[in-house]
């Protein structure tokens, strides 16, 4: 029988889950972490090692090679395989998985490089291939998406009747005292945020230029900040997932020096993802932006301040209108002195472990390929009070 975790991917997330695993070593009973470049896993280990006392194994892999996963993954025999890699990897890692019959999870949707679009068609096809394997895709177990999904079940199963109207709201209130920087990886953050607006209403999508609504709303706990509509890959699972739904958009805060920044960057085409000609070399400008700006593991110690994500519901309950806002905080230094790293990653990573452990233990146990909020939220939310990320609802 298989043992074990493997994660794949060594940036800031995985550096969480890393650690997270390591700390539930009585469920996971051995952690191992592969990436493209082992020397980052081997630091990740170390700090293990120093922090907890605890040893992980590390590994190189290419996780664009479907051949080299099946190589790792018949030398490993883990029981579930966390990737928090890149989304480019997500089908490649996905068919190794079913190859080798192991249970598969994730924190971002499919992406192709070449393209900035991003939906979950292609991994939804895959699901016939899990179900036949005997196995669970787990799609999405980040903060949003992952959190928010398992926010917006839990309501459906526990406090509405009907959920008509779903705002999910995402601030990051922290500073790293930079005049631009990306909390996760500048490529995936950039591509999103540049990208045109999208949400749902009464089964159309209704598409807006690039921030083109913005609504000042005010978080508990972090007061009003100016927060922009994006299209965000959860809308996609929710829209089809939450019954009697009638509107679902995506909030995100960006502040001004980020939209400066970010418009001069577009305007001169360094946020281009086509290769282009520069001295006889070709050079993808996003990506060379990327090697110029800070690494977002480096954000780590100089963020302070909080995160406030969560979902405003608004539907009915017993015949009555209810709206509520379901959230959590936290707060970059104190994530940074448990597990090296500030929210961004922390939010995403603790998610991508207790969605591993409930398919590990078997809490979640279907075959095939699933979204976050079709299983049962229950389990999920009282992981998230013990295992660093606590939630409030509040009535609005
Ligand atoms: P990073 O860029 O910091 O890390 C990505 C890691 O993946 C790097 O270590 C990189 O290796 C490795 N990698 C890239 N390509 C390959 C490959 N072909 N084979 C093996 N390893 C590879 O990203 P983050 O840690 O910030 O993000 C990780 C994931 O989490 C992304 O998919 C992101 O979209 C997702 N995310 C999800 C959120 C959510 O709430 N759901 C929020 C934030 C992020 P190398 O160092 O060698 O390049």
Not at 292 to 318: H, Q
Not at 342 to 359: D, E, M, N
Request: net charge negative; with cysteine.
């Amino acid at each position: 029988m298989n043992k074990g975790v493997l994660i794949i991917g060594a940036g800031g997330v995985g550096r969480v889950v890393a650690h997270k695993c390591a700390k539930n070593l009585d469920t996971f009973e051995h952690v191992s972490l592969a990436s493209r470049t082992k020397s980052k896993c081997d630091m990740i280990a170390k700090e293990i090692l120093d922090m907890q006392g605890i040893t992980i194994d590390t590994y190189s892999v290419d996780a664009d090679s479907v051949e080299e996963l099946i190589k790792l993954l018949e030398t490993i025999k883990p029981r579930v395989v966390i990737n928090v890699a890149l989304p480019y990897q997500d089908l490649t890692i996905m068919d190794a998985c079913v190859a080798c019959k192991i249970d598969y999870l994730d924190t971002a949707n499919y992406e192709h490089p070449d393209e900035a679009k991003f939906e979950y068609k292609l991994q939804w096809e895959r699901d016939g291939k899990f179900k036949d394997a005997g196995i669970t895709a787990l799609l999405g177990s980040g903060f949003d998406p992952g959190v928010t999904g398992v926010f917006c079940a839990y309501a459906q199963q526990n406090l509405f009747d009907e959920i008509h109207y779903i705002d999910i709201m995402d601030c990051n209130a922290g500073d790293h005292g930079y005049a631009f920087a990306t909390n996760f990886n500048p490529e995936i953050n950039l591509r999103e945020v540049s990208a045109n607006g999208r949400y749902w209403e009464n089964g159309q999508w209704i598409e807006t230029k690039p921030l083109e609504i913005r609504v000042d709303w005010e978080y508990p706990e972090v007061g009003v900040k100016p927060s922009y509509l994006l299209y965000h890959e959860e809308l996609e699972s929710l829209s089809k997932n939450i019954k009697g739904l009638k509107r679902i958009r995506f909030f995100m805060t960006f502040g001004d020096s980020y939209i400066q920044h970010m418009n001069c960057l577009q305007n001169v085409g360094m946020l281009g993802i086509k290769p282009v000609m520069h001295n006889g070399v070709e050079i993808v400008p996003i990506e060379f932006l990327k090697t110029l700006l800070p690494d977002p593991a480096s954000l780590g110690p100089r963020t302070k301040g909080v995160t406030n994500i969560g979902c405003v519901m608004e539907g009915i309950k017993d015949g009555k209108k209810k709206t509520i806002y379901i959230y959590n905080i936290c707060d970059h230094q104190e994530a940074f002195k448990e597990v090296c790293a500030q929210c961004v990653s922390y939010t995403t990573g603790v998610p991508a472990v207790i969605g591993a452990k409930l398919l590990y233990n078997k809490t979640w146990d279907r075959d095939g390929v699933y979204n976050i909020e079709e299983f049962e939220a229950k389990p999920f939310m009282d992981e998230l009070m013990t295992q660093g990320l606590p939630w409030k609802i509040i009535e609005l």
